[in-house]
């Protein structure tokens, strides 16, 4: 125990770290992508690479938390149409990270999280036709899955990209909280294994680190579920906008 207490080495440390747990809880519960700020605030308390494996079990705790609550409304045929190159995706994502430094690996987090917000902007500037036209396509659904699966590994920043699939397809807010839960927990539990023998980024003081945080991920949870009734739908994607170049600039200055 005295280990995990020594992850973080200031009182403003611990208050990051409780507030992205709050924030990863809101943001598994409904909230979509406000649970990327957190990318950068962990990269800058532990490390870009090293913080992925400590986040990893935060992850996997928030997204149980999730898919319990939202058990009987997710959309399987949408989750196995992003999986198969979701996981070819995650191996490369491995190999990526097996063989880079620090910085560039932030860099890198830094354009999945990029990525994403392009891909947003693009499909708010054409028609809903043309949306239509390119989300039918075969090629859709798995060329999102292997970015999808590449982002996630290269610390955890699949948020904005799955967001981006998940609105094109026009779910309801209920629908699309509990399918990006349901998959996202089979991708985070894959990485489990991955990381702690390829990458060797897992260890017992991070895991107590992150029971300490399960209050601050049941408090997220439940701000979540409630912010998600009465958010109106504009504020809502010009919060994530900024939310999300926030942590692009923190990532690249860093």
Excluded: H
């Amino acid at each position: 125990m005295q280990e995990a207490l020594a992850l973080i080495s200031s009182p403003l440390g611990w208050v990051i770290y409780f507030s992205c747990a709050i924030l990863i809880g809101m943001s598994k519960a409904g909230i979509q992508n406000i649970g990327a700020l957190t990318v950068p605030l962990f990269a800058l308390l532990f490390g870009a690479k090293y913080s992925t494996g400590i986040v990893l079990i935060l992850l996997c705790i928030a997204d149980l938390v999730a898919v319990i609550y939202y058990r009987k409304t997710f959309l399987w045929n949408e989750v196995k149409k992003l999986l198969p190159l979701a996981f070819v995706g995650l191996l490369a994502g491995l190999f990526i990270g097996n063989y880079i430094d620090d910085k560039s690996f932030k860099t890198i987090m830094a354009i999945c999280i990029i990525i994403g917000l392009l891909i947003m902007l693009f499909f708010e500037s054409i028609n809903q036709n043309k949306q239509a036209t390119i989300v039918n396509k075969k090629w859709y659904s798995p060329i999102f899955g292997f970015i999808l699966g590449i982002s996630t590994m290269i610390g955890n920043a699949a948020g904005p990209v799955l967001s981006v699939y998940m609105l094109s397809k026009r779910l309801d807010k209920i629908s699309f909280a509990a399918t990006s839960a349901w998959f996202i927990i089979l991708l985070n539990v894959t990485k489990i294994p991955l990381q702690a023998f390829v990458w060797k980024n897992l260890s017992w003081s991070g895991f107590y680190l992150n029971l300490m945080a399960i209050p601050f991920i049941l408090i997220g949870g439940y701000i979540g579920i409630k912010l998600v009734q009465i958010l109106p739908e504009k504020l809502y994607k010009n919060s994530i906008k900024i939310l999300l170049f926030i942590s692009c600039i923190i990532l690249l200055i860093t």
